[in-house]
């Protein structure tokens, strides 16, 4: 894309995505994240000619001047749109995708020591809300949304919203999951509606492996969770075995009910018969 062109979309790209935009020069003079972004060109550019001290250099003058720290190993598509970008942090490996947001306090960061690729992938017109951490060499799919501050330490399929820490799906492909089975059914459903014949035993497994790839270092109990289902799977079983406890006392006081009415009608009869007995043993001694 021509130099003038590209700086064209930026700016359009603002007023796309920020209704707070109200003129070209206020874009050009007050948003940090476009100054970042120009930046990053800069010293991306350096740094792939091997101009490594002076890249950094420009870095963190970007830094300095935005609060955005953009690494200039890190590789940037078209269309980033940076809002609030205070405290963003990109690391060196990082790729991200065309006409992605970012909102303060993202980080796109490492979980280790090693070599390499070591930061995330992210695709194509995702969202990364406030706050978010996206840790690990894994891929953030297409049209992905990240929840405001949640952490996401493993692959985030294609057209996924994540929350929680650690994040975890909760909405795939516009249906919404609750556990792990549901998610793993709406993949394969997903799957299903894109050919994969889901009913043939080794493509069923080896889809739900691929699912289930996780990565040890990445993995983190998340306790809350765990006694908030385990609560909630308590109280359903007590307010079970209160509709049935209601239902039996229902059935109880209906029998009982049903037992006062007929013992009230045999001691009516019986009183009755006692009567006419008295009745007619009074006739006989009168006689």
Not at 242 to 249: A, H, N, R, S
């Amino acid at each position: 894309m021509k130099f003038f062109a590209r700086i064209k979309k930026d700016i359009r790209v603002i007023f796309e995505r920020d209704p707070a935009a109200k003129s070209v020069l206020e874009v050009l003079f007050c948003y940090s994240g476009l100054h970042a972004i120009w930046l990053h060109r800069i010293s991306h550019s350096l740094f792939k000619r091997g101009w490594i001290v002076t890249a950094r250099l420009i870095s963190n003058f970007g830094r300095f001047l935005t609060g955005i720290e953009i690494h200039p190993g890190a590789t940037i598509g078209d269309g980033l749109f940076i809002d609030h970008g205070t405290g963003i942090v990109i690391g060196e490996t990082a790729e991200i995708g065309k006409n992605v947001t970012l909102y303060q306090g993202v980080t796109l960061g490492g979980t280790g020591k090693e070599k390499g690729k070591r930061h995330p992938t992210i695709g194509n017109n995702v969202v990364v809300a406030s706050g978010a951490k996206v840790l690990g060499s894994f891929k953030v799919g297409d049209h992905a949304k990240i929840g405001a501050g949640s952490v996401v330490l493993k692959e985030v399929p294609p057209y996924a919203t994540v929350v929680g820490i650690p994040g975890r799906i909760v909405v795939l492909h516009g249906k919404r999951v609750h556990n792990e089975e549901e998610f793993k059914q709406a993949w394969l459903d997903f799957c299903a509606s894109k050919g994969y014949d889901i009913n043939n035993p080794d493509i069923h497994n080896e889809i739900c492996d691929e699912i289930d790839v996780d990565l040890d270092h990445d993995i983190l109990p998340d306790p809350e969770r765990e006694m908030l289902e385990v609560m909630s799977r308590q109280v359903q079983r007590l307010e079970n075995k209160i509709i049935d406890l209601e239902k039996q006392l229902e059935s109880a006081k209906a029998a009982v009910n049903a037992e006062s009415i007929r013992t009230s009608k045999l001691e009516s009869k019986l009183e009755k018969y006692e009567t006419e007995d008295r009745k007619k043993n009074s006739r006989k001694k009168n006689k």
